[in-house]
């Protein structure tokens, strides 16, 4: 019996009759052509790559699968005792922070029992983390209207269902990829996707009958020391209300920026110190670095101790705070840089005392080569060589779209050879060079 809905299909480019693999490589193969990081001047292409995940999701579960061909995407929702296909997608990347918006009608961005969560990205500094610090902010948040208590009516009046829609809450719409026309579903505008409508004069005043009110909290977020980059905070129930459901979170993520000075591993800190050549070979007794506290760190090198370019000491106890363990701190590694005299310190006069009382010079290679060769000696910047031949990001997105979807790079070449040997050969892909 032929599927009442081939919309699924149609995405893949598959036919109703594929087999699992067919099903399977036809995704690869569109996944990688669709996916927005080589698709940068569409502006649909995060829909369409959002669509196409979420249709192999489908396709891709034998019961999912059957249910759908049996009787479409209502089969779906009806099948999974769910409100809606974006809360079916919710199960299968549950905590993994991937989220598929195929919108069928249902309410997108939606976590069941609850009203969508806020993230807000927030920057600190390195020494926000270290210190401490708390913030006292103004969040404006959507909350259910106190006069209708969210029914979005006047008094006693009910909503009628909508004309555009009929009450179903969503409306066809059409596209096409260039290869397939395509048929979806989308959110009613004149409803919103909730099906129903209310009369003008029906309406609550305050919220105009949208149900909910803007309204503004003061807050307080504690950025506890220690904390670390990307580390969340969430303010509970803080988010924005619909009527039905608990309020959603507020969740801050942190963002640290670069330090000019330190450079933080884990409950570590790491900073480079410039010592002079005579430090380097005499030794010292300074401050050598301002702590992010504003501490000065002194610090006396041991006597008859030369001290070579690169070389590392640690101050224990002088790194990070270690989160929620008061009085405890990690390791601060400090390497030595030394600086060189200038061109004009090297006067002839000093030049013939430091000659006599430093290491001689070395002499030619022992045994010596057969055939020498003169260069000229000419300043260069290593980094730029290694930029030139290894630029930043070649290669990038293969490697990382395979690591994505849990596939080693050999294998997505090796079944690429195969569908060209299937469909007798095919272009060579281009990469940046």
């Given at each position: ?201 029906d309406r609550c005043k305050k919220c105009k009958g ?46 640290m920026t670069p330090h000019e000075s330190f450079e ?170």
């Open positions: 019996m032929a599927p009442v809905e081939t919309e699924l299909y149609d995405i893949l480019g598959v036919s109703p009759n594929a087999s699992e693999d067919d099903i399977k490589k036809a995704y690869r193969k569109k996944a990688r052509e669709q996916h927005p990081d080589k698709n940068i001047n569409d502006p649909q292409a995060s829909q369409k790559f959002q669509e196409l995940g979420a249709a192999y999701e489908t396709l891709s579960d034998p019961q999912l699968r059957s249910l759908y061909d049996a009787n479409g995407i209502d089969g779906l929702k009806s099948g999974s005792g769910m409100s809606g296909m974006d809360d079916l997608f919710a199960q299968f990347f549950a905590g993994g922070g991937m989220h598929f918006g195929f919108d069928f009608g249902g309410p997108s961005s939606r976590r069941r029992g609850a009203s969508d969560d806020t993230v807000v990205p927030h920057t600190v500094t390195l020494e926000d983390l270290y210190n401490g610090k708390i913030l006292k902010l103004n969040l404006e948040k959507e909350a259910v209207c106190s006069t209708c208590k969210g029914s979005g009516a006047r008094g006693n009046a009910k909503p009628k269902p909508c004309g555009i829609c009929e009450g179903r809450g969503w409306t066809p719409t059409q596209s096409s990829n260039g290869t397939f026309l395509t048929t979806s579903r989308a959110a009613c505008r004149d409803c919103d996707g909730t099906g129903e409508r209310l009369k003008e004069k949208s149900k909910t009110v803007k309204e503004k909290n003061r807050h307080e977020v504690v950025i506890e020391k220690g904390m670390a980059d990307k580390q969340r905070i969430v303010l509970a129930g803080a988010g924005d209300e619909e009527p039905g459901t608990p309020a959603g979170d507020v969740i801050f993520v942190l963002r933080r591993s884990g409950n570590d800190l790491l900073a480079n110190v410039k010592i002079t050549l005579s430090e380097a070979l005499f030794g010292f007794s300074r401050i050598l670095i301002t702590h992010l506290d504003g501490r000065g760190i002194k610090v006396s090198s041991p006597p008859k101790k030369i001290i070579k370019h690169s070389d590392t000491i640690v101050l224990r106890g002088e790194g990070m705070p270690v989160h929620k363990q008061p009085n405890t701190k990690g390791d601060l590694y400090l390497t030595f840089s030394i600086e060189m005299p200038d061109e004009e310190w090297l006067t002839t006069a000093n030049a013939a005392s430091l000659i006599s009382m430093l290491p001689p010079k070395k002499g030619d290679l022992d045994p010596p080569p057969e055939v020498v060769s003169s260069a000229i000696f000419v300043e260069a910047d290593i980094e730029e060589v290694r930029e030139r031949h290894f630029p930043a990001g070649s290669d990038f997105f293969d490697s990382a779209f395979a690591h994505q979807f849990g596939e080693d790079e050999d294998e997505w070449e090796d079944e690429d050879d195969d569908e060209d040997d299937e469909y007798g050969g095919g272009e060579p892909e281009c990469r940046p060079q």
